[in-house]
């Protein structure tokens, strides 16, 4: 239950309805399945946070390769937004000509 991230407190409400035998199944069964979206939640959080450096990593290489950052201040999807930052797609095929 450590590996999971499943809270102390929780990690003992486990072990105490688990001590109490098939009883607790079902109760057991919910909280595998509570901590399993919280995990699900969290990888989707992390895979966010990785698309963005992603982004970033491409915005910096792009702009120290051409010296300047003005090859890419300009791109569409730069503008500040609330969804993720994403490579725009003739900068990808560009980027894959040059290798």
Do not use: H
Request: with cysteine; aromatic share 10%.
């Amino acid at each position: 239950m450590k590996n999971i991230n499943m809270p102390i407190k929780k990690i003992k409400e486990y072990l105490e309805l688990a001590k109490k035998g098939d009883a607790t199944l079902q109760e057991r069964y919910k909280m595998i399945l509570e901590q399993k979206q919280v995990i699900e939640s969290q990888m989707n959080d992390f895979r966010n946070c990785l698309k963005e450096f992603e982004y970033k990593e491409w915005y910096y290489k792009t702009a120290i390769d051409a010296g300047t950052e003005k090859v890419v201040e300009n791109v569409p999807s730069i503008a500040p937004t609330l969804e993720i930052d994403k490579i725009p797609e003739n900068y990808k095929k560009e980027e894959n000509r040059n290798e």
